[in-house]
């Protein structure tokens, strides 16, 4: 065989495809963007950096991410862009040289109860299909380990349609791994009747307890005093069993009551419907206590809470079976399959052994493939979403990633930098949006956007490499190096928060007092333990209520875009009533979500027009012109403003507006002040929630929080997305907390905040197993001293100890 002969000459010029090096933003003015342009270098590095609201997010996300989607989605067809999101174009003159974006985000993964890290990260996929042909006894296809997948049986006759139609009799099954108890969710509800009704009364009497229950309710009350299947003048304990079976069981049925036609259903399906079936976060207060109230959550005895069928556990390979597979810590899983020696599905052990590695290299080796979805922290769900991405055979993909060292203690944040070079050593362009200093460091490209935030920032006041940030005199490039020092005189603590023998999670048996009057960091590597003590033992224990703690936690702001900073915090309220009052109208008026509202797009602001198959469109509204009211509402004013001006205007500004003056409103004043205090002064009172970071909305809970009568705070990494010059003005809004008397009790991984502590404890030595107990508790001097554990180490390189 001969080959081909191939000539070695080059041509003289680069090809013209090779030009095409850059993603190039011409005239970005997305949110605070003020005609920003820049051009980022592909299959590089680069790092945004900036205050919090200088417009990072706003460039990255809202402006290349956002654009590359949208001219992907076009290549859809029309009928599969009705299913996707509308997205329109971002506000930006050009931009070009886009690859296809892939978003990594803080976004926690859903808290659908039947999602665990498994399923979202399919190794539970792989494990099915390894038990499927290695389980002895084998049960069946995949789907037989699966507890999203119920067993099915049927039978009947069919007709076949073949010459003559011929009547045949036929079976079908399908084996699933569902535990038919609890459905798949390891857990059972329990309903304790005694807080649905009493008793001892009638339904004609109002026996009902059940919050929104009225007895004149066509829809809840009289449907089951007047369905005829029951007696309305009879104490329900005296409810013959066929009546009990009828008033709690009943299948749904239509009745007529005075000749309106309803569906009658028993009580218990009723409350499941109307209260258990919507997330619990998300309804009134009352409504919640009560559900609390009524509704007990235990582990399914059928299954131990594995959420499988007996057949499914009954199946092994060696003594393990796929349960106990999912319940083991992932780096343990992962030398178990190592240790598997199976020539058949060798490909299959392979890729499985990939995927549990990625776990481990990313700094999450210590979760389980059962835990569920929606019990990660921000940070976690952003590197369980890393993981499909790692072993990727796609090149030329931009990865964008929002803050990906969140979470991690400075020991783990060297494997995330290496995950990040890794995936752009493949071929790929990697935006980070991020403050963490040893992230920025490894940088190509450093992208400064500044100088201030909100419409104080919005430009570009650096672009280059790292040594050019150090003297580029910019706000980032002067607090690089940065670096806090040992406290020299600690607080004395005033009382202690005792807690003893907590085992939930990994914790062993842990007896710590945690030290009240003075500020506490609760430290230690991702998965020591941390939240489990502080959240588990201490905001949910029995002091808890005892001490007023109140706890400030990475849960999601839940809103609409229709909320926004004003709403959220109450602010509103003493702003509508000062309105009403220098005008002498109903403070409904001024809510733009009721009376005041215009009427063309309902005090939105502005006007979506749905376009059926093709991507939506929001548009400014021409009546109200953006401003939200009705015109008759802008005539009233206080100080001079409208109601539109004022929410219009920065916290800064309003703060100085409520302040003195015919404007004067010390309600307003103080939680404006709160707002300042945690450095949200550049937020405008009506920008909706939707548009806020994830650092501006911790912050913003804090504010809200900060009004409580609480004795203990308890706060969830409050230095998540501050920039380097931020953190010194939260320790000093901490330092002011404690010095008011408060109690303050930080999970923290930032340096800085440990190194201004009163107070350290430190959990290890490792992650998962390899964690859960007390390794150090003292001072930071003392814990720099003596360097026995991870964070000491750390805590002594950052302070030159």
Request: charged share 25%; glycine share 10%.
């Amino acid at each position: 065989m001969s080959k081909a002969t191939r000539t070695d000459a080059r041509p003289a010029e680069p090809h013209a495809a090779d030009s095409h090096d850059l993603i190039r933003v011409h005239g970005a003015r997305v949110n605070n963007l003020k005609d920003v342009s820049v051009e980022i270098p592909k299959r590089r590095l680069t790092v945004f950096t900036g205050v919090s609201g200088s417009g990072k997010s706003s460039l990255v996300f809202n402006t290349i991410a956002a654009e590359s989607q949208r001219l992907i989605n076009e290549t859809y067809s029309a009928f599969v862009q009705g299913f996707m999101p509308t997205l329109s174009r971002p506000e930006v003159d050009v931009l070009d040289g886009l690859t296809t974006v892939i978003t990594v985000d803080q976004q926690r993964l859903g808290a659908d109860p039947r999602s665990t890290v498994g399923t979202a990260t399919d190794a539970n996929a792989m494990l099915r299909i390894l038990f499927s042909r290695l389980g002895k006894p084998h049960i069946g296809p995949p789907s037989a380990y699966a507890f999203n997948v119920p067993s099915v049986r049927a039978s009947g006759a069919i007709t076949v349609e073949r010459g003559a139609r011929k009547t045949v009799k036929a079976t079908f099954n399908r084996t699933g791994g569902m535990c038919d108890r609890c459905e798949g969710r390891g857990a059972v509800s329990d309903i304790d009747l005694t807080q649905l009704y009493d008793d001892s009364k009638s339904l004609a009497e109002g026996a009902f307890t059940i919050p929104g229950w009225k007895s004149d309710s066509f829809w809840t009350v009289r449907v089951y005093a007047e369905s005829g299947f029951l007696d309305p003048d009879k104490p329900i304990r005296r409810f013959t069993k066929k009546e009990m079976h009828d008033f709690l069981y009943r299948e749904p049925t239509k009745v007529k009551v005075e000749g309106v036609n309803l569906t009658y259903e028993g009580l218990i399906p009723k409350i499941q419907k109307s209260f258990l079936a919507k997330d619990k976060e998300a309804l009134q207060p009352h409504i919640r206590a009560f559900v609390e109230r009524a509704v007990t959550f235990t582990t399914c005895p059928a299954c131990d809470g594995t959420r499988l069928s007996e057949g499914a556990r009954s199946s092994k390979i060696g003594r393990i079976s796929i349960a106990d597979a999912c319940a083991m810590q992932i780096s343990d899983l992962a030398d178990w399959v190592r240790g598997l020696d199976e020539p058949s599905v060798a490909p299959l052990l392979d890729a499985l052994q990939q995927s549990l590695d990625a776990f481990g290299e990313i700094g999450l080796g210590y979760l389980s493939l059962d835990r569920p979805s929606g019990t990660l922290s921000g940070g976690e769900a952003q590197r369980v979403k890393m993981i499909r991405h790692l072993g990727s055979s796609l090149t030329d993909i931009t990865y964008v990633f929002d803050e990906p060292t969140i979470g991690l203690h400075p020991h783990d944040i060297q494997r995330m930098n290496d995950l990040l070079l890794r995936l752009r050593d493949k071929g790929n362009t990697v935006l980070v949006v991020e403050h963490k200093p040893e992230t920025i460091a490894i940088a190509d490209h450093i992208v400064d956007l500044g100088p201030g935030a909100g419409s104080g920032g919005g430009t570009v006041c650096f672009e280059g490499t790292v040594d050019g940030l150090r003297t580029g005199g910019t706000v980032t490039g002067r607090h690089f190096d940065d670096r806090a020092a040992v406290k020299e005189s600690v607080r004395r603590p005033t009382g202690a928060l005792e807690i003893r023998g907590a085992t939930a999670n990994n914790l062993r048996d842990v007896d710590v007092d945690i030290p009240l009057g003075v500020l506490a960091v609760v430290t230690g590597v991702a998965g020591s333990g941390k939240s489990s003590l502080v959240h588990g033992s201490l905001v949910k224990g029995p002091a808890a209520a005892e001490q007023g703690v109140v706890s400030i936690d990475q849960s999601a702001i839940r809103g609409s875009r229709r909320s926004n900073p004003a709403t959220y915090t109450g602010l509103l309220d003493p702003i509508r009533k000062a309105f009403a009052k220098a005008n002498g109208v109903k403070p409904a008026l001024f809510s733009a979500n009721s009376e005041g509202a215009c009427p063309t797009c309902n005090g939105a602001g502005v006007v979506y027009t749905d376009l059926a198959m093709m991507a939506g469109v929001a548009s400014v509204c021409e009546e109200c012109e953006g401003k939200r009211f009705e015109a008759s509402v802008l005539d009233h004013h206080l100080g001079g403003r409208d109601i539109s001006e004022v929410l219009a205007m920065s916290v800064t500004e309003a703060e100085e507006f409520f302040g003195a003056g015919e404007a004067q409103t010390p309600a307003a004043h103080r939680i404006l002040e709160r707002l300042a205090d945690v450095g949200l002064g550049y937020l405008s009172l009506g920008q909706p929630l939707t548009t806020l970071s994830g650092g501006e909305r911790q912050r913003l809970k804090l504010a809200t929080h900060m009004g409580e009568k609480g004795g203990v705070y308890v706060l969830d990494e409050p230095t998540t997305g501050l920039h380097l010059a931020d953190v010194e003005q939260l320790l000093g809004l901490l330092d002011r907390l404690v010095d008011s008397g408060k109690s303050v009790v930080v999970v923290e991984h930032h340096q800085a905040v440990m190194a201004h502590a009163d107070w350290i404890i430190d959990l290890g030595p490792g992650a998962g197993h390899d964690g859960g107990r007390v390794v150090f508790e003292g001072t930071p001097a003392d814990l720099v001293a003596a360097r026995s554990t991870l964070t000491g180490e750390h805590l002594a390189a950052y302070v030159g100890g």
